[in-house]
């Protein structure tokens, strides 16, 4: 019954949502490093998405793609990330992206953005490995840098 | 127009001072010893010894563009190439004869020039040798001689037409300075009593002076140097870059025209020394070809975005056939940026891996590895120059989506063979 009350719920959410809600509950480096992962890759599909040339912040999610992409990357470096569990993916079994108007889009992912450079920069301090504190860092970097690009203010 | 400092700036800068007197004041010398007669006629031919020096090494860049080796034009009277050979020449026949005499006896010379007409030549000399080098700040030589282009501007300076220019301009300086020598070595008060062999050596100097200057002359008359070659000339300007700024929200239309033109020379510069790179550069890293992509987009998107709204107005103006173009131009832009945007997300699926676990999807180009290095960025942040449209078009293949299964990912591209990554779910395999 509580599964398909959170399957149920998963199907209400975006994608964005659904992967600020992960980030949100997350506990623990190894919880954090791994929905920080997803939620960039789910940023990425956004961004994708919203990348029209007739659309008014074309530029924004253009620059925005690439800093999702190099967050990405950074998290894929640490040590503590756990292997990727089999299933299907968070995004996959919510709402396409597609329903997201421009102006809710870019709320939302400068929200998530905003609450990745937060959640990243906090994993950045408990983790013991030099090489897990790096990549935090410069994942929290590229995420303040999205969320700056989409009109949000990123975490000092 | 870049603010730095050009050829002009020197070579104008010298031909003032080689125009200034050299009048009976500056020359004449009454009595004291004979070494004290012979003070400006020595420090004068010093001077003019250093300047020949300068002289020899502009005739010799000159030469090598105009009449390199087995060139068949050289024995042609009144030709350029025939111009700078005879430059060449001349300039190592005046050299010649401003050696110290071997017979001087006297004192070691004053360290420090007095005469005010050497002080002027010396003045002069400065300059030109500042000139000399600032060409050479756009070419160097590897060791076998051969020529290595440092910036968009070589192609111009080793250009013959601005060789001609820049022999046209040493038969002017030759000319002033000989006028000068020439005067000082004239006989004749009795004061300049002792001087007779430095008047005559540096008269011969100065006769082969004015044969340079004739040779030049010819080869004017016979194929004459415009006014926009000299202009070009004088135009070049010192090879460095203005360090990258990012644009405040209070530039002026000024500063941001400057700041374009800085960031797209800083974007040529960087291409022109990346390309001789090796293709595994550890410098390259998936991040920064990521963000080269991505600002090539935007930069693109920024010209069509720009040249549709030129065409508007010209449209509203009545200027039929330039709002075609222009849209035309616009349409170009819009095919550039379509193709960085494909390269852009191709980028979002190419991750590379340091250990080897992935299967090798892309090799890239050096037009890639050049990009990376550009920092488009820059010029994406003042405005929105042209990048090379399509450049990447098609050098990227679009990718599984990236994952992380116990690879060492580290943003870097290790020999060049970026790895498109399997998906996380592990489909694709």
Redesign the interface.
């Known amino acids: 019954m509580l599964c398909a009350f959170i399957v149920q719920e998963a199907y209400d959410m975006n994608p964005i949502d659904a992967a600020r809600h992960r980030l949100e509950q997350a506990d623990g480096l190894p919880a954090v490093l791994d929905a920080a ?1 997803e939620a960039f ?1 789910q940023m ?1 599909r956004a961004i ?1 998405d919203q ?1 029209d ?1 007739a659309g008014r912040a ?2 924004a999610f ?2 925005s ?2 800093a ?3 967050g ?6 640490t040590p503590s ?1 756990p ?2 569990a ?4 968070v995004g996959a079994i919510g709402r396409s992206h597609h329903e997201l108007t421009t102006e809710d889009a870019s709320a939302a992912l400068a929200a998530l953005s905003q609450l990745l450079g937060s959640r990243l920069t906090d994993a950045s301090h408990l983790s013991a490995d030099v090489g897990d504190r790096v990549a935090c860092s410069q994942a929290a970097r590229h995420a303040a840098s999205i969320c700056s690009l989409l009109g949000g203010i990123p975490e000092q | 127009m870049t603010g730095r400092a050009t050829f002009g700036d020197f070579a104008d800068g010298a031909r003032a001072l080689l125009r200034g007197p050299a009048g009976p004041a500056d020359l004449a010398v009454g009595g004291g010893t004979p070494a004290a007669r012979a003070g400006p006629v020595r420090e004068f031919t010093r001077s003019m010894d250093r300047v020949v020096t300068v002289l020899a090494r502009y005739a010799a860049d000159v030469t090598a563009v105009l009449a390199p080796e087995a060139s068949p034009e050289e024995n042609l009277p009144a030709t350029w190439s025939n111009a700078s050979l005879q430059a060449r020449k001349a300039i190592h026949n005046a050299a010649a004869y401003l050696q110290p005499t071997p017979a001087y006896t006297g004192p070691p010379d004053h360290p420090h020039t007095t005469d005010p007409a050497a002080r002027r030549l010396d003045a002069a000399t400065a300059l030109l040798a500042a000139g000399n080098d600032l060409l050479h700040t756009h070419v160097a030589a590897r060791p076998d001689r051969t020529r290595v282009d440092r910036s968009e501007w070589a192609p111009v300076v080793t250009s013959p037409p601005v060789a001609r220019a820049l022999l046209l301009e040493l038969g002017l300086w030759a000319r002033r300075i000989a006028t000068h020598g020439a005067r000082l070595a004239l006989p004749g008060p009795a004061a300049r009593r002792g001087t007779g062999d430095e008047r005559y050596r540096l008269n011969a100097a100065c006769q082969w002076l004015w044969m340079l200057d004739s040779a030049v002359q010819g080869a004017q008359r016979h194929q004459p140097v415009s006014a926009a070659e000299v202009q070009l000339l004088h135009a070049i300007p010192v090879n460095a870059r203005a360090p990258r700024l990012i644009p405040g929200s209070a530039e002026t239309i000024t500063s941001l025209c400057q700041g374009t033109i800085n960031s797209a020379e800083r974007i040529r510069h960087a291409a022109t020394i990346t390309a001789p790179d090796p293709a595994w550069s550890p410098a390259l890293t ?2 920064s070809l ?2 080269a ?3 090539g ?2 930069i693109s ?2 010209c ?1 975005l720009l040249l549709q709204t030129l065409a508007t107005r010209a449209s509203q103006h009545g200027s039929t056939d330039l709002a075609t173009r222009l849209l035309g131009s616009a349409d170009a832009a ?1 095919h550039a ?1 379509a193709a960085w ?1 494909h390269t ?2 191709a ?3 190419i ?1 590379t891996d340091t250990r080897g676990t992935i299967a090798p999807a892309a090799t890239c180009c050096p037009a890639l590895k050049m990009l990376m290095k550009a920092s488009l960025k820059a010029p ?1 942040s003042w405005c929105g120059n042209a990048p090379p449209a399509g450049l990447l078009a098609g050098l990227c293949e679009r990718g599984a ?11 870097r591209v290790p020999g060049w063979t970026a790895g498109c990554r399997v998906g ?3 489909a694709g395999g």
């Open positions: 992962y890759e990425l994708e990348q040339p074309f530029a253009v620059m793609g690439a999702a992409a190099s990405r990357d950074a998290l894929a470096t990330l292997p990727a089999s299933g299907e993916p | 998936a991040d990521r963000q992509a991505a600002s987009t935007v998107h920024h069509e819009a940026r945007l852009a997300r980028w979002y699926r991750t994406m989506a990236p994952g992380r299964h116990g690879a060492g990912l580290d943003g996380r779910q592990g």
